[in-house]
């Protein structure tokens, strides 16, 4: 359960800072933050990742409660006592949840983070998102080694956490 407590962590921090962007700033204001690198730009996308399929929120809500569905599944049938595994989905639910929520109550996705070697505007959510890809393959990269000096029958020195 205190996986459960990530995600909710997650949400809360996306949540909060969404709200403060919208609050805060006019769409299409941007703030230095350090010149030349990073700036807080207020963005509202009501597509998916770059603006891709804009305006299509049924699909959205479609694919969103799919894959929470499937995040759950995978966390407590398959997860369970896989600390690595455990949080990356976690981390998944944390950032779907977060624009899911967007998508229900503004019918659009605020995203504000902007570095300027991107050309796109992100959010916490997003962020989570990505983090939880990358913790997902390295566990099954770890998963795949640990496979392979079984089969050769040598001792793993990676713990995934099982």
Do not use: C
Not at 3 to 14: G, P
Not at 72 to 90: E, P, Q, R, T, V
Not at 98 to 119: A, H, K, P
């Amino acid at each position: 359960m205190i996986y459960y407590l990530l995600a909710l962590m997650i949400i809360a921090v996306d949540q909060l800072t969404k709200l403060l962007v919208v609050r805060n700033m006019e769409v299409g204001e941007s703030i230095n933050v350090i010149d030349g690198f990073f700036y807080l730009t207020s963005h509202r996308n009501t597509g998916a990742a770059w603006g891709m399929l804009e305006g299509q929120m049924w699909l959205f809500y479609i694919v969103t409660l799919v894959v929470i569905a499937g995040i759950l599944y995978y966390y407590h049938k398959h997860a369970i006592g896989n600390k690595l595994f455990s949080a990356s989905l976690m981390v998944l639910l944390g950032g779907a949840v977060g624009n899911f929520i967007d998508r229900i109550f503004r019918q659009e996705v605020v995203d504000f983070i902007q570095f300027t070697f991107f050309n796109f505007i992100f959010n916490i959510a997003d962020a989570a998102l990505t983090i939880g890809v990358i913790m997902l393959f390295l566990q099954m990269i770890l998963e795949e080694v640990q496979e392979k000096r079984k089969k050769n029958g040598k001792h793993s020195t990676f713990n995934t956490g099982k």
